[in-house]
């Protein structure tokens, strides 16, 4: 299915910022032209140096489409990235940045299908968006999640996950809590987070006809499709968002 | 223009003339941006064809597409993401020697790519023409890796990357433009990294 066009460059207040973990900041965006978007899809935010030489690179959107004219984005800083840095260094509540969007119609989620929503680190971005969707249409029942992140203190949004329909997975330190051993993203944790009454209902499937959505490093990508392949979702209902660098 | 409060960019003599605007070099890493699975294609029964609009409708098989003339590329990538990468060595086939065996009516205008996996992209047939397309199956004198579209891939790099489309399977000629997996979400019909046609009305 096909989406419109991105529309044109406009302003955007910064309204607020968030210290998510120590290497990401969420900022809360009001727009000068609000336009919907869907679950999944993302802006590009372009700096403008005074001799014109221009950056730009593309954030997903974490916050769900109910609040029109706003919008949340997550940016992990990245050592050399010369946007990630800038908007974590320097950008302040008040500043003024340059957007385009919301672009992508293909790792987007409408929220009336089921869908399986897998993260690996910063990967949860698009994917909270999805899932504070559902949430916030009492449509919980349509979704699940699982999002491996190596460290407790590495977890985005962890205010707000896990939660009825969703999971973490520690791969290489645990919480006090867990009971699961860190270790990487196995079959039977995709089986427990994606398929929660397993244990009650040994012949349960997925949900059928779900979608899943896959969102992490290539690697990441690679190694949960083939789980996923092998928990029985066609290839055709597999959706992958790889990040490059986006610095 | 107004300008990003605080934000200097690079300096002048920071920048390299060979980067479209808004692109920077990526220097040695290669990202791996794919919409779907990587699929696992046996060059057994891999073809190629091209048809649509031409005389004559031709497959290629692993083997046929290897005897042709060999072509190689090597000069610069440029991804819609921003990322641009130098000195990049690919080698195979021009599509010029493809549509040659083909022979183009004079009504085809454009191009459908698609791919094994479905995946599809469009192109002015100019575009494709002229020592300016390949289809290429070496990176750096090894064989193209499954995530960068092996067995086999489009290479069109004077476009974003997304118009050389992975695991390709053939090419369709058309009197008309028909928008491509990526083009009917908002991307644009054309790609010109130089004039920075990202996205649809670009």
């Keep these: 299915m096909g989406t419109p066009a991105p529309g044109r460059w406009q302003k955007a207040i910064v309204e607020s910022t968030t210290q998510e973990t120590r290497s990401a900041k969420t900022f809360r965006l009001a727009l000068t032209k609000a336009s919907p978007h869907l679950a999944g899809q993302h802006y590009v935010v372009r700096l403008t140096a005074p001799d014109g030489y221009t950056a730009s690179r593309s954030y997903s959107i974490a916050s769900a489409p109910q609040e029109p004219g706003h919008i949340e984005i997550t940016v992990e800083r990245l050592a050399d990235g010369e946007v ?39 990967g949860i971005v698009p994917l909270m968006a999805m899932l504070r969707l559902a949430r916030r249409t009492g449509r919980s029942d349509l979704v699940r999640l699982v999002v491996s992140v190596r460290r407790p203190d590495e977890l985005y949004y962890a205010d707000e996950l896990p939660g009825p329909e969703a999971c973490v997975v520690y791969t290489r330190e645990t ?73 | 223009m107004s300008f990003t409060r605080g934000f200097k960019g690079r300096g002048l003599s920071e920048r390299d003339p060979r980067l479209p ?66 000195g990049v060595h690919f080698a195979g086939v021009s599509v010029d020697t493809l549509l040659a065996a083909a022979e183009p009516l004079d009504s085809a205008r454009f191009v459908v790519a698609w791919s094994h996996t479905g995946y599809t992209t469009n192109l002015p047939l100019e575009d494709v023409t002229g020592a300016k397309a390949w289809v290429v199956w070496e990176h750096e004198g090894s064989p193209l890796a499954a995530a960068h579209g092996g067995p086999a891939r489009l290479l069109v790099p004077h476009l974003y990357f997304w118009k050389s489309a992975k695991w390709v399977a053939g090419l369709r000629l058309l009197d008309h433009d028909e928008p491509g997996f990526w083009e009917v979400n908002g991307y644009h019909d054309r790609g010109d990294p130089w004039l920075e046609q990202r996205y649809q009305g670009d």
């Design chain 2, 21 to 86: 605007p808004g692109q920077y070099d990526i220097g040695s890493d290669w990202p791996v941006l794919t919409a779907e699975p990587t699929p696992e294609l046996s060059t057994s029964s891999w073809t190629f064809v091209v048809e649509g609009l031409v005389r004559h409708r031709v497959t290629w098989t692993w083997e046929e597409i290897h005897s042709l003339a060999p072509d190689a590329y090597e000069g610069a990538i440029h991804c819609v993401t921003t990322w641009s990468k130098f």
């Design chain 1, 175 to 247: 919480p006090a809590s867990s009971r699961r051993p860190a270790g990487h993203l196995r079959e039977q944790d995709l089986r427990a987070g994606l398929m929660p009454n397993a244990g009650l209902m040994p012949n349960a499937g997925l949900m059928p006809n779900a979608t899943a959505y896959v969102c992490g490093s290539s690697g990441f990508a690679d190694h949960v499709t083939g789980l996923l392949e092998r928990l029985g979702v066609p290839t055709g209902h597999i959706r992958v968002e790889r990040f490059g660098p986006s610095g």
């Design chain 1, 84 to 122: 990630s840095s800038y908007l974590h260094d320097v950008v302040v509540p008040g500043d003024e940045l340059e957007l385009r969007g919301p672009i992508g119609g293909w790792f987007v989620w409408r929220g009336a299908t089921p869908a399986l929503l897998v993260a690996g680190g910063s």
